[in-house]
């Protein structure tokens, strides 16, 4: 059987309660979900990818998978360290009630409450008493110090590189159709192309993807990674995209008409050559029509002169012959 190692991208079912309860506080399935009264509307069921030892998980449970066997299913015990902590009294802080009240919230137990603190960070609570004009707010986690158990199964070990990187978007990005996604890989880089889906999420959310995938693509071994868009170009303000695309329609127009004027030259050059040519042929053709018309007269004048010695050697036989005659006589 095929064991899990550390680094492996894996799809997990699991389901995860509290030792101490049996509360279900979180799960892959949905039925489970409906019947432990979490399920939410907005939620993505069905086994999640993750990256074993990425982090993906709470602590105590991604150490667990390492070693175990694909398709088997597993009970894990996780210590309140490895879970949500152990719980800090230090995290119990109080507030006076007026502090509630001017922002028009009247605190009573049970009720979760968040607070920001003047760093910005924010932190969610919940309120423990309420007596005395004082308002105790607890910000441990919900599950701080409890024994989580989960049960969990190795669905599928994902081998080929390209269903890996999908395998992220889909972690990051459950919105995002990774079948979609133009993704090419190398051994050390990966080009990762979000442009068919830019417009099927919000921009912030897919830059927010990116940055978090950047982190998984890295792990994973990845040392040069591209996103298109890019995080900078998906947080760009829409004035000066547009102000960008301006100026790349203009560099466009400017080298259609620069490479239009080279075509011009060039036809211009075509024609005066071939017009060159023509003069050439014309001059050649002018030449031979010359010769031509020369050569007929110098033929009449050779005929001519012919005839005429024809001529005069037949008046001087008939001088001779006459002679001879009157000699006779």
Not at 38 to 50: A, F
Not at 81 to 93: A, S, V, Y
Not at 224 to 233: A, G, H, L, N
Request: hydrophobic share 30%.
């Amino acid at each position: 059987m095929t064991k899990v190692e550390k680094g492996d991208v894996i799809r997990l079912h699991y389901t995860g309660r509290i030792k101490e309860t049996g509360e279900i506080f979180d799960t892959t399935d949905e039925e489970i979900a409906k019947k432990a009264g979490i399920y939410r509307e907005d939620g993505v069921y069905g086994p999640v990818p993750i990256a074993v030892g990425a982090g993906h998980v709470i602590k105590g449970l991604d150490e667990a998978l390492e070693g175990l066997e694909v398709g088997k299913k597993y009970e894990i015990e996780v210590p309140p360290e490895k879970g949500f902590g152990k719980r800090d009294r230090k995290l119990i802080k109080t507030f006076t009630l007026g502090q509630f009240r001017r922002q028009g919230i009247i605190p009573f137990p049970g009720m979760p409450v968040e607070i920001e603190t003047e760093g910005g960070r924010k932190l969610k609570g919940r309120v423990l008493t309420v007596s005395g004009g004082r308002v105790r707010v607890d910000f441990n986690h919900p599950y701080a110090g409890k024994h989580l158990v989960y049960d969990v199964e190795i669905v599928e070990k994902i081998e080929d590189p390209i269903e890996k990187v999908k395998a992220m978007i889909e972690l990051r990005l459950p919105r995002v159709d990774a079948n979609k996604v133009i993704i090419e890989v190398g051994e050390k880089d990966v080009v990762v192309d979000f442009t068919p889906v830019k417009d099927e999420v919000d921009r912030a959310t897919l830059a927010l993807g990116e940055i978090l995938l950047e982190s998984d693509l890295k792990f994973l071994g990845y040392e040069e990674i591209t996103f298109k868009p890019s995080v900078d170009e998906l947080l760009k303000p829409p004035e000066a995209e547009e102000e960008t695309e301006t100026e790349e329609a203009a560099k466009t127009e400017s080298t259609e008409v620069i490479g239009t004027e080279e075509k011009a030259e060039e036809a211009q050059e075509a024609v005066d050559e071939v017009e060159e040519t023509e003069e050439r042929s014309e001059s050649k053709e002018a030449e031979k029509a010359e010769e031509k018309e020369e050569k007929p007269k110098k033929a009449r004048d050779t005929k001519g002169r012919k005839t005429r010695r024809t001529t005069t050697k037949k008046t001087t036989s008939k001088k001779k012959a006459k002679a001879t005659e009157e000699k006779s006589e």
